[in-house]
């Protein structure tokens, strides 16, 4: 009898419109139907003011969809991109426009919710979604248009890297973003963004020239170089602290085809590679960005067999200027240490962001601890060797982007971003398909972590930061920009409504900075 319920509970699906329910079952209990809407009601009512025909009428409001716990898609639209985050909002809004955005936060206002807002819903940390809140779903509002005369793209605020570069690809034209064509515009752009064209034209954020944001009070404002100015310097970097982000307008550059892919490495030779590549990565051209990594060879073509499953080291690059010139920049390299392995070769832009996106799928789990690095010491490379060395499972990987180049142009303070000084953004990744395996690659993120963070220039890149690291590490990672930051926050977002970030407090001691 028990299950029998469980499977009329779960079978249960309810059409709402804006006035009516209609509860349908596939087997005809209509009393048990109602009993599982009932007690979601009553879970809905807890600890706010919202009752069920307040959620009909914001159903009303609304273009997109708003999902319920008791909708078929539910479960899957309270998903992440890392399975490790399992959490239950009582709502989620599929936005489709600004009115759909301003909609859904001033429902959450009035019924005092949590609000969170997800953009490509990759934050390692989960911060796109929200337990026993509203969800403010922004993947809907999905446009790309680019303006070949001025070379600028207007991009929705829930796209992807993918949809971006598909766009300005037939125009011969890119914006810098990040390494995954998955990855959510929103969030990587709000936090700074880097990849494989930050040294030759900077971060993501140092190509943002306005931003629509809808604000915690409902006002749609513009952010640029001449509206809103605090505001703008703000959101380039700062995260989703300060308002609803619901178009971006970039400035691309002329890049279509890159020279690019990775070259491979034995592990007795990290140790020449690493000293090797900390000499030239900081003098190269910035016409060639090259991150290093720690890696498992994946069990698949190109790869040959011999390296499957082996455990490697590598530089991934991307050149925008000819295979020749490449290969001339690079000769030092295969002369001094030839790759065992290596996929370099010329290839359309677009084809080098998603070269990753088959190994990193969504639904794996997912944790990692970053910091910010100025120098590469010995010390910290036979450390580095130790540890990846020892990766705990195929996905897990250690990378090292560069900050340098175009990225070191702008002054610490131009940006919130305040690592400029930097010369490396680290990243430890422990990744695995079973959630069997969570405490493992978790330890040995933390690990590898623990021994390298003082080797480290203090802070992290907040997007490579799991939710919770605390006040302390933020402060670190803003250093001088931290208190402009809650100035910003204080006037744009007072009452601190978008909290679930990497938060600013609007009252936060700005006397300990
Ligand atoms: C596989 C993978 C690869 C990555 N590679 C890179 C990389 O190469 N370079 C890099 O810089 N980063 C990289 N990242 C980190 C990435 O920048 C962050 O995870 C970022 O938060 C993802 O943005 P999102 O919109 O997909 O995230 P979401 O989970 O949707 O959102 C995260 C947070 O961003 C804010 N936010 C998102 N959209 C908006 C919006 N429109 N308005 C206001 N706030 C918003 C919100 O505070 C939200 O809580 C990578 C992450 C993953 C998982």
Known sequence: MGSKIVRIALNLRVTLDSHLFLPEMSDGSAFIGYRALWEWQDCCRKGTNMQQEDVIEF?????????????????????????????????????????????????????????????????????????????VDLSPIKYVHVDPATKTVRVGGGCT???????????????????????????????????HLTRKYGLTIDNLLAADVVLSDGRFVTASATENTDLFWGIRGGGGNFG???????????????????????????????????????????????????????????????????????????????????????????????????????????????????????????????????????????????YGSDLPSLHSTMHLYPINGAAHKPRNDATPWSYRDATWSEVIVGVDPDPANTDHITAWAKNYWEALHPYGAGGAYINFMMEGEGEDRIRATYRDNYDRLVRIKAKYDPNNFFRVNQNIRPDADTMRS
């Open 59 to 135: 159903k009303g409001q609304l273009r997109g969809d708003l999902i319920e716990p008791t909708d078929v898609q539910y479960e899957k639209e309270r998903r992440v991109y890392n399975a490790m985050i399992d959490r239950k909002p009582r709502l989620i809004a599929k936005c489709v426009d600004v009115a759909d955005v301003m909609a859904a936060l001033h429902f959450g206002h009035k019924h005092g919710l949590r609000v969170s807002i997800r953009g490509g819903g990759h934050n390692a940390g989960g911060l796109g979604v929200c337990d026993d809140g509203l969800v």
């Open 161 to 195: 890297w993918g949809d971006v570069d598909h766009a300005t690809h037939a125009f011969g034209l890119a914006v810098p973003s990040g390494i995954i064509s998955t990855t959510g515009v929103g969030g990587l752009t709000l936090g700074g963004g880097m990849g």
């Open 244 to 386: 609803v982000v619901t178009s971006f307008l970039f400035q691309a550059h002329p890049v279509q085809m890159v020279c690019a892919g990775p070259m491979l490495w034995n592990l007795e030779q990290a140790a020449d590679l690493m000293k090797w590549y900390r000499e030239f990565i900081v003098q190269a051209p910035e016409e060639i960005n090259g991150f290093f990594a720690f890696l498992t060879v994946p069990p698949g073509p190109p790869f040959p067999e011999d390296l499957h499953f082996k455990k490697m080291c590598g530089i991934v690059w991307c050149s925008t200027v000819t295979l020749e010139q490449a290969n001339e920049i690079l000769e030092p390299l295969r002369s001094f240490r030839r790759p065992a392995f290596e996929f370099f070769a010329p290839m359309p832009f677009p084809m080098l962001q998603s070269m990753f996106d088959g190994i990193y799928t969504p639904g794996l789990q997912w944790y990692w601890k970053a910091d910010f690095v100025k120098e590469l010491s010995d010390e910290a490379i036979a450390l580095h060797i130790k």
